[in-house]
């Protein structure tokens, strides 16, 4: 895991309340970072691997029904929105869980890609 990401990541988990988690996954789906304000256990491994099939199907998808590109998934909750996004440069993901919508205006997801893009060839799945 690179604890410089990992860093951000729970930075901005502390500073912006309506997010629950941040989670950076791999192409192959396993888990780079992963920040959290939840308590309870989170299968990492589990969630990043979901998040890349659901990635995918919903590529697939979208190319067989309007043969255009993949931006990101959201996925609307009772108690809040997942965001399922990949990285512009395709090289990974990123998955945020929020209370609600609105929270994700205040993420800064370029500045997240800028570094996991700068860094991609030494970080490590967890």
């Known amino acids: 895991m690179d604890?410089?990401?990992a860093e951000y990541l729970e930075y901005l988990c502390s500073e912006i309340n309506d997010i629950n988690?941040?989670?950076v996954v791999s192409n192959e789906g396993l888990?780079?970072?992963?920040?959290?304000s939840i308590t309870s256990y989170t299968d990492q491994t589990l969630i990043?691997?979901?998040?890349t099939a659901l990635k995918c199907i919903?590529?697939?998808?979208?190319?067989?029904?309007?043969?255009?590109?993949?931006?990101r998934m959201?996925?609307?909750?009772?108690?809040?929105?997942?965001?399922i996004q990949p990285f512009s440069n395709q090289e990974?993901?990123?998955v945020a869980s929020c209370k609600n919508e609105a929270a994700l205006s205040k993420l800064d997801i370029s500045s997240i890609q800028t570094y996991f893009s700068?860094?991609?060839d030494h970080l490590v799945a967890l």
């Open 3 to 5: 604890s410089d990401l």
């Open 58 to 71: 919903g590529k697939e998808l979208i190319q067989e029904t309007t043969n255009s590109n993949f931006k």
């Open 92 to 94: 990974g993901i990123l």
């Open 74 to 83: 959201l996925v609307d909750c009772s108690d809040g929105v997942i965001l």
């Open 48 to 51: 990043s691997g979901m998040c």
């Open 31 to 36: 888990p780079i970072a992963l920040a959290s």
């Open 21 to 23: 988690g941040l989670i």
């Open 118 to 120: 700068e860094h991609h």
